[in-house]
């Protein structure tokens, strides 16, 4: 595609090489003298030395267009970069940026953690951060993007939003400060990154985390807290840490407080003596 002087039909496609070119009426009356595509589809032109200024756009190889608004700003050069974003540089030494909507994989995430939840409330002792990574579903299963977000002591639900994953299967990975990371069912989740919000349950059932690898408190179930050095192991190291932090009545926001309640004591003691004693470790593809 090329722009060229004269008339209203300023821009010219070809799809044979450059052998035969079609002139393509534009939706604005203005001298186009730059243009850029990010592919075959996808593209801007610019110009208006003299005329209307104008930014057009195509997403369809040039068959229609929408008009960006200059501002009144003339001599228009325009730039595609990475993604979707395109740069106009004019005069009065202006620079525009626009950038197209991002792809989103949106999962909105029930998770309990075990030592936080009490069955009888039904609610966790306080709202806390998780961290959650899409992985490939095939080996070697590379993380392909990852979010925060805080999960709500109420309904132990999250909105997390993944900017850089394509729509493709992953397994989702929990990861919180004090627990063992927790894999997503044998197979993984296919989602489509347009922006729709996909939802998965791990407390609905042991089947929806990889080995069943959950325990049941009530009616739900909440992946295993007590691992505070975050080795994917409950073991001696972890009791060590836990067992350190009662004798000195450590307080506060800390990874060796299990049960939330800001304070590190025979109760939280307890749930990383009883999951040492079982063995809990993390179980993955």
């Keep these: 595609m090329l722009v060229r002087p004269g008339g209203t039909s300023r821009v010219a496609k070809s799809t044979n090489g450059g052998v035969n070119w079609t002139l393509i009426t534009m939706p604005?009356?203005?001298?186009?003298?730059?243009?850029?595509?990010?592919?075959?589809?996808?593209?801007?032109?610019?110009?208006?030395?003299?005329g209307t200024p104008a930014i057009c756009k195509t997403t369809d190889g040039g068959v229609t267009w929408t008009t960006q608004n200059t501002h009144g700003i003339t001599n228009i050069k325009v730039y595609v970069t990475q993604g979707d974003?395109?740069?106009?540089?004019?005069?009065?030494?202006?620079?525009?940026?626009?950038?197209?909507?991002?792809?989103q994989i949106k999962i909105n995430l029930s998770i309990a953690m075990e030592g936080m939840y009490s069955s009888v409330s039904?609610?966790?002792?306080?709202?806390?951060?998780?961290?959650?990574?899409?992985?490939?579903?095939?080996?070697?299963?590379?993380?392909?993007?990852?979010?925060?977000?805080?999960?709500?002591?109420?309904?132990?639900?999250?909105?997390?939003?993944?900017?850089?994953?394509?729509?493709g299967t992953y397994y989702i990975v929990a990861n919180h400060r004090n627990c063992i990371d927790t894999w997503s069912r044998t197979g993984g989740e296919t989602f489509i990154a347009d922006g729709s919000t996909f939802n998965y349950s791990f407390v609905s059932g042991s089947s929806q985390a990889y080995g069943s690898n959950m325990t049941l408190k009530g009616s739900k179930w909440c992946?295993?807290?007590?691992?505070?050095?975050?080795?994917?192991?409950?073991?001696a190291s972890d009791l060590s840490l836990v067992d350190n932090d009662v004798n000195f009545?450590?307080?506060?926001?800390?990874?060796?407080?299990?049960?939330?309640?800001?304070?590190?004591?025979?109760?939280?003691?307890?749930?990383?003596?009883?999951?040492?004693?079982?063995?809990?470790?993390?179980?993955?593809?």
């Design 28 to 50: 604005v009356a203005t001298d186009f003298n730059s243009i850029d595509f990010k592919d075959a589809n996808t593209g801007y032109v610019s110009g208006g030395s003299s």
């Design 85 to 103: 974003t395109a740069w106009a540089l004019g005069g009065n030494t202006a620079i525009f940026r626009y950038a197209g909507p991002t792809n």
């Design 249 to 285: 009545s450590t307080s506060g926001y800390v990874a060796t407080d299990l049960t939330g309640d800001n304070f590190v004591d025979t109760d939280d003691l307890s749930i990383v003596d009883n999951n040492s004693y079982n063995a809990v470790g993390i179980i993955r593809p």
């Design 122 to 167: 039904n609610q966790l002792a306080m709202r806390d951060t998780v961290k959650v990574y899409l992985r490939n579903s095939t080996s070697p299963y590379a993380i392909k993007d990852s979010a925060k977000a805080v999960i709500d002591s109420l309904t132990q639900t999250a909105l997390f939003t993944f900017s850089n994953a394509p729509s």
């Design 223 to 235: 992946i295993y807290s007590g691992d505070p050095n975050k080795d994917n192991t409950v073991d």
